[in-house]
């Protein structure tokens, strides 16, 4: 007699079935109604996060650029092309400055709980003050995007690498202005 395979039914396993309704019984039980994986899809990723905080970041820096030159016209020279620069900085993030200068967030992500730099309480009373201010602030500002850079990937962090480079480039100019 020739041999002929054992017969399997079509379909699949009774054990096949039960472990698939135990998973669709076990996301039907869910409180919110969502899946893990549906929160973790709505969630914004590290990248957006942190981009969304260095469009923030920028904006905040733009803000005090903009009370130093308020403040104090005559370091015009000194300061709009470093404000300049900072304005391509929120838009190479993805954010976005009116024409009138006052910079509105895109919504690229929520920014975690990382706080922008403070914008200045008074206006700088001199001029070493308010260059020395602004350095502290993009000095600061470098530092964070420096280490923020070592937990995303590839192209934004090569971003925020070069964004940090030109903040602590912009620290030593106001550094050696304020001299």
Request: positive net charge; aromatic residues 2%.
């Amino acid at each position: 007699m020739p041999y002929s395979p054992p017969r399997t039914p079509s379909g699949p396993r009774r054990r096949t079935l039960l472990a698939a309704a135990a998973l669709f019984g076990a996301a039907g039980c869910s409180s919110s109604g969502s899946t893990t994986e549906e929160t973790a899809a709505k969630a914004p990723s590290v990248s957006q996060r942190v981009r969304a905080r260095a469009v923030q970041d920028s904006q905040a820096l733009l803000k005090r650029y903009d009370a130093a030159l308020a403040a104090r016209p005559g370091l015009a020279g000194v300061l709009a092309p470093l404000r300049g620069e900072v304005v391509r900085h929120v838009g190479a993030f993805g954010g976005t400055v009116s024409p009138s200068a006052s910079p509105s967030v895109s919504p690229s992500g929520t920014p975690s709980g990382a706080a922008a730099p403070p914008a200045p309480a008074a206006p700088p009373v001199d001029d070493k003050t308010a260059l020395t201010e602004l350095a502290a602030a993009e000095r600061a500002l470098a530092d964070r995007r420096a280490a923020d850079l070592l937990t995303v990937p590839g192209e934004l962090a090569r971003l925020l690498a070069s964004v940090a480079a030109a903040g602590a480039v912009h620290a030593y100019v106001l550094t050696e202005g304020a001299r």
